[in-house]
């Protein structure tokens, strides 16, 4: 299945300084592919003790997914990974994280299949 690209703009319309006018932003391109998925969530509030983050990666394309790769950005200057809570469907995964920016691969993601990413981060 080929990516699909969406282009899209707005306008702004209106009386501006006695006038009439109309603006266009700049054009955005968002490049998609049709029945992937992927879902982040985590407790809206945070106390105390470690948060944990959940996402949820699903394929209801038509073709297998392979060699694919989730980044997350952590802003380190709030909260920073907490070393091996990284896991793939409950299972301990290899992963990078360097700089706030924590990276899991999948090897490969079946049509219909659902893999669930967990991990969680501390207060610094």
Known sequence: MPDQLLKNTATLGGTYNGG????DSNETETDFVSGLTIVKSAPALWTTGNLLFT????????????????????DTTIATLVDDTVQ????????????GLLTVN????AVGQTKILTFQVAKV
């Not at 990666?57 to 997350?72: G, K, R, S």
């Not at 999948?106 to 993601?109: A, E, N, Q, R």
């Open 20 to 23: 009439s006018f109309l603006l």
């Open 88 to 99: 793939i469907d409950g299972a301990d995964v290899p992963y990078g994280y360097d700089s």
């Open 55 to 74: 996402v949820t990666v699903t394929n209801n394309a038509d073709f297998e997914l392979t060699a694919a790769q989730i980044t997350d950005a952590i």
């Open 106 to 109: 999948i090897t490969s993601l």
